[in-house]
Nanobody, 116 residues
């Protein structure tokens, strides 16, 4: 009924940049907060960044100054701009969105690999 699809992951060298996209589709009345999370091998999933439906961002300390979250409501899409990437940023990145006031939806994830 509702689907989130991430794109933009891949392999990049340390110091490089990637932009992830998360597009929502389906039976959507309203998209509330959206966010990006990541899970590295052997680690728990952690919050990277969130953004309200009005565009107020919140960035995790670990990526502050390097990552930026944004959204384009007309396209039902959120973005994560990742600059100055480090090997420790390697993870599967997941998009989450609050749909129709109360329902959380997750994308299937996109792999980001940063080589040194």
């Amino acid at each position: 009924q509702v689907q989130l699809v991430e794109s933009g992951g891949g392999l990049v060298q340390a110091g490089g940049s990637l932009r992830l996209s998360c597009a929502a589709s389906g039976s959507i009345f309203r998209i509330g907060d959206m966010g990006w999370y990541r899970q590295a091998p052997g680690k728990q999933r952690e919050l990277v960044a969130t953004i309200t439906r009005f565009g107020t961002p919140n960035i995790a300390d670990s990526v502050q100054g390097r990552f930026t979250i944004s959204r384009a409501n007309a396209k039902n899409t959120a973005y994560l701009q990742m600059n100055s990437l480090k090997p420790e940023d390697t993870a599967v990145y997941y998009c989450k969105a609050v749909i129709n006031l109360n329902d959380d939806y997750w994308g299937q994830g996109t792999q980001v690999t940063v080589s040194s």
